[in-house]
């Protein structure tokens, strides 16, 4: 179904109809990522604003200069960092999210931060469909959720002019056995979602063959993270 763009115009929130059914019945992160779990992180935000590592990612984006910078956010959730970057002076955001669970909280949020004309959400796989490039792109809690980590990053890095950044689980032997378990607790829930703890060094290199240094880096904590410069066009682009 070609996608309406009079409609998209008018209200940038819409849901678009393949996607929701995509997404409830066939992978399981509608089932998962649901208008609950959205309300519950929305009343922590709320309460307690970014968490350490979101945090993280706003301070090294910013680090960089964020003024009237493009934001693109794959699996983005509630919104949060797009929040906190367009409140720092980012000029415009863009999620595009697996989840249409999170839609009403996000659009919500982005209200009542008086930010709703400069945000832009779209529901749908970006590793499989895509989006405009911007700026910046911040992939958070995000590689975990998703099986293929090199079309994932590979796209990010595609469409990051600029800046990316993405956080991911160690690969130990304690977040291997710990993913193990909610795996199993998924596969009895009758969920199709998994989680995956994917190779660092492996998606690191990802990002560097498309033209990308790492400038930070998370080192503790349950989340690493990583944060790349653009230093050249990856091989075979003009
Ligand atoms: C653990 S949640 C994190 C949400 C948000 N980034 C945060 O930190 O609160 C992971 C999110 O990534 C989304 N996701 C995973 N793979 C995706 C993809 N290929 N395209 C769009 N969203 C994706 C899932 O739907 C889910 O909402």
Known sequence: MAPDRRAEARDPFRIRPPFVKCCQTSTGYGDFFSPEQARREARRYQRKGLGAASRWVV????????????????????GAIE?????????????????????EVAAQLAREAGVTGRMERHVGDFAADGTEPADVVVLHHVVCCYPDYEVL???AAEKAQHMLVFTYPPRNVVSRALLGIVNLWLRIRGTEFRTFAHPPQKMVDVVRRAGFEPY???????????AFARSSQPSGRA
Do not use: F, M, N, Q
């Open 83 to 103: 929040l906190e970057l367009l409140k720092a002076g980012a000029a415009h955001s863009t999620v595009v999210e697996l989840s249409p669970g999170y839609e």
């Open 153 to 155: 990053l590979g796209a």
């Open 216 to 226: 930070a880096r998370r080192r503790g904590g349950i989340w690493r993270g990583i």
């Open 59 to 78: 301070d090294v984006v910013r680090e960089r200069g964020i003024e009237g910078k493009s934001v693109l956010e794959p699996g983005g959730g509630i």
